[in-house]
Nanobody, 126 residues
Framework: QVQLVESGGGPVQGGGSLVLSCAASGNTYNIYCMGWFRQAPGKEREGVALIERDGSTTYADSVKGRFTVSRDDAKNILALKMNSLKTEDTAMYYC????????????????????WGQGTQVTVSP
């Protein structure tokens, strides 16, 4: 089993920055693709950024150039640095891991991920 715990969310003014972290524990060696998803009230969960074990990344168009995903497998940490935050970035952010599979089309299909954290809230004010 794998446990994922997010941290780093909170309130921030528009244009500001935040760094989210996700600490993984358990059988993490079987987690190939990791990523961040978000869900705003009344909306479906959407992919934000994914990262493979080799460090290759995929981003949603809405965050390209503003968000950066990284991972440190030695420390079992996944991070998301968010710059130039907008009010539309307000959402619950979730860390996710995919069991023994590359990211593929995971950005558009959260059901491909087996492991999820509890989420951390990001609220961007105007």
């Amino acid at each position: 089993q794998v446990q994922l715990v997010e941290s780093g969310g909170g309130p921030v003014q528009g244009g500001g920055s935040l760094v989210l972290s996700c600490a993984a524990s358990g059988n993490t060696y079987n987690i190939y693709c990791m990523g961040w998803f978000r869900q705003a009230p009344g909306k479906e969960r959407e992919g934000v950024a994914l990262i493979e074990r080799d460090g290759s990344t995929t981003y949603a168009d809405s965050v390209k150039g503003r968000f950066t995903v990284s991972r440190d497998d030695a420390k079992n940490i996944l991070a998301l640095k968010m710059n130039s935050l907008k009010t539309e970035d307000t959402a619950m952010y979730y860390c996710a891991g995919r069991f023994m599979s590359a990211c593929g089309r995971g950005l558009s299909d959260p059901s491909l991920f087996q492991y999820w954290g509890q989420g951390t809230q990001v609220t961007v004010s105007p």
